[in-house]
Structure formats: C-alpha cells, structure tokens
C-alpha cells in the first residue's frame, strides 16, 4: 500500500507531473444527501469529479445499517465511470480532515478494491486553499471511462458474529458522548457493543485538522492481536482504520454496518458509560 497521505504542496507537484492522480471530491453531509455535491459545484480542486457517499460509497439503507458496503458490481460500475485504473494514481478528499466520506473512499479503494496508489489529501479542501490552491465551481467532462474490474478483498471486513471472539478488541470511532450513551443524535438506542473502546477520529487529527505524526498516533492507537473499527455507520471508522495506516500499524478490519446495524437486532446486548 502506498504511503497514504499526501499534502496540498505535493498535490500541486503531483497535478503538475507526467501522470497526474485523479482527484476525488468526497465532501457529503450527514442528513443531506444532496449538500456534497453543492459543495462541489460551488468550489471544486480544478479537475476533480464528486463521489458521492450516501448514492456511490454506500449502498441501499436497511437491515445493513445506514451505509452498508454497496454491491461489489455496483462499485465496480462506479470506479469505472470515473475512469479509474491501477495504473492511474487517485486522491481524495473532503472538508472534515478525512473524517467522513473521503476515508471511506480510501479504504473501499485501497483496502477493499486493492488500488495500489490511493491517497487522502491531509487537511482536504482547506489546507489546499490555505496553500494558495486554485478552486473552480461548476461542472466539468466526465473522464474517460475504464474497464477495470478489482479483486475484493472481503477479509479486510467482517460481519456482526466476529465483534465478540476472544481476542479481538473493538475501537469504536464516534465521540465519547454517543459511546457512552448520554446523547445519541442519530440512531434509536444510545450506547456501545459491549467490550469496546472508544477512539474518536477527531483525536487522529491535530488543531489544524491535519493527522497528527506517525509516531504519535503509533503511541495512542489502541493494540491488540485483531482490530476491528467501527462507528455509527461503517464511514468514519475507516478514518480510524486510516490513521493505523499512517501509524505504519497493521490495520484493523472494518464492521461497516456499525452501531446502526448492531442495534437491529434486539438480542444483541447493549452497553453504556465508560
């Protein structure tokens, strides 16, 4: 995998050279399917295209939480309509530090679909900017299409029956609030999967919304022999599972359904406080 941070003076170099990534807008809000592509289309790294998280990075709402992994040839449709290859290096990046969509579209790109050469512009949009970065607004020619077709890699996920084998240590990404139990703003029961820990992504990132240095999170990182991430819907426990990337520690598999998946069914315990 390749190094997977990139940062806005390098992404110019990068857009300047013989082979220049494809950019991946993934900026998205939760509760507003519509907002990221506005956000797009008002101000957009020049060349890039939007990849949306709730219709493109997630499939249909349901018995698999609020964004369960989309079909494989769903997916697969969707890399190729932006004209994505493994010979062509990727970017992506939203307004939150990695936080929401654009982890979610490193890690189905990178660690799910395999992509050699998948990067998360570190600090998005704004450190761009703060660099003196161009934007654009509007609409653009969509790239050419391919025909690359990846190999899954479904062991880089798992499903609700391994949360709770011996050895395994869960590290749940959402805030210390909702894991504990005292406000739940999006899900109808409040709470944890009983034996986790919590690890916000917002502690992954410095003041300035860049990740914090490899040895430092290396330092923070819940260890264990088997790692598995997950949040309220399976989006920002890739972010999680990114910042063990950036760490250079083994990365922890993902439970995409999440809490909203677990909750589903009654039988499943509950846990609250600390």
């Given at each position: 995998?390749?190094?997977?941070?990139?940062?806005?003076?390098?992404?110019?170099?990068?857009?300047?050279?013989?082979?220049?990534p494809?950019?991946?807008?993934?900026?998205?809000?939760?509760g507003?399917?519509?907002?990221?592509?506005?956000l797009?289309?008002?101000?957009?790294?020049?060349?890039?295209?939007?990849?949306?998280?709730?219709?493109?990075?997630?499939?249909?709402?349901?018995?698999?939480?609020?964004?369960?992994?989309?079909?494989?040839?769903?997916?697969?449709?969707?890399?190729?309509?932006?004209?994505?290859?493994?010979?062509?290096?990727?970017?992506?990046?939203?307004?939150?530090?990695?936080?929401?969509?654009?982890?979610?579209?490193?890690?189905?790109?990178?660690?799910?679909?395999?992509?050699?050469?998948?990067?998360?512009?570190?600090?998005?949009?704004?450190?761009?900017?703060?660099?003196?970065?161009?934007?654009?607004?509007?609409?653009?020619?969509?790239?050419?299409?391919?025909?690359?077709?990846?190999?899954?890699?479904?062991?880089?996920?798992?499903?609700?029956?391994?949360?709770?084998?011996?050895?395994?240590?869960?590290?749940?990404?959402?805030?210390?609030?909702?894991?504990?139990?005292?406000?739940?703003?999006?899900?109808?029961?409040?709470?944890?999967?009983?034996?986790?820990?919590?690890?916000?992504?917002?502690?992954?990132?410095t003041?300035?919304?860049?990740?914090?240095?490899?040895?430092?999170?290396?330092?923070?990182?819940?260890?264990?022999?088997?790692?598995?991430?997950?949040?309220?819907?399976?989006?920002?426990?890739?972010?999680?599972?990114?910042?063990?990337?950036v760490?250079?520690?083994?990365?922890p598999?993902?439970?995409?359904?999440?809490?909203?998946e677990?909750?589903?069914?009654?039988?499943?315990?509950?846990?609250?406080?600390?």
């Amino acid at each position: 995998m390749s190094r997977p941070l990139m940062t806005a003076p390098e992404l110019a170099e990068a857009l300047d050279g013989h082979r220049p990534p494809r950019l991946l807008d993934c900026r998205a809000r939760l509760g507003d399917s519509d907002a990221g592509h506005t956000l797009w289309w008002e101000a957009h790294l020049p060349g890039s295209v939007h990849l949306d998280l709730d219709r493109e990075l997630a499939g249909p709402p349901g018995r698999g939480g609020r964004h369960p992994l989309p079909a494989r040839e769903a997916f697969t449709a969707t890399l190729q309509r932006l004209g994505i290859t493994p010979e062509l290096p990727v970017v992506v990046y939203d307004d939150m530090g990695g936080q929401l969509a654009a982890a979610r579209a490193w890690w189905m790109l990178a660690c799910w679909a395999g992509h050699p050469d998948v990067r998360l512009l570190d600090g998005g949009i704004k450190a761009w900017m703060g660099a003196g970065g161009e934007v654009v607004e509007g609409d653009r020619a969509a790239p050419p299409t391919s025909d690359w077709r990846p190999t899954y890699r479904d062991d880089r996920w798992c499903e609700a029956t391994r949360l709770q084998a011996e050895g395994v240590l869960l590290v749940d990404a959402r805030s210390r609030e909702r894991f504990r139990g005292e406000v739940e703003p999006i899900d109808p029961v409040a709470g944890h999967i009983p034996g986790a820990v919590c690890r916000p992504s917002a502690d992954n990132l410095t003041s300035w919304g860049r990740f914090k240095p490899p040895g430092q999170l290396a330092g923070e990182l819940p260890e264990a022999g088997e790692v598995i991430a997950y949040c309220g819907s399976g989006v920002t426990a890739c972010h999680t599972i990114l910042a063990y990337a950036v760490a250079g520690r083994p990365l922890p598999r993902l439970y995409p359904g999440s809490w909203s998946e677990w909750i589903r069914d009654p039988a499943r315990p509950v846990a609250t406080g600390d």
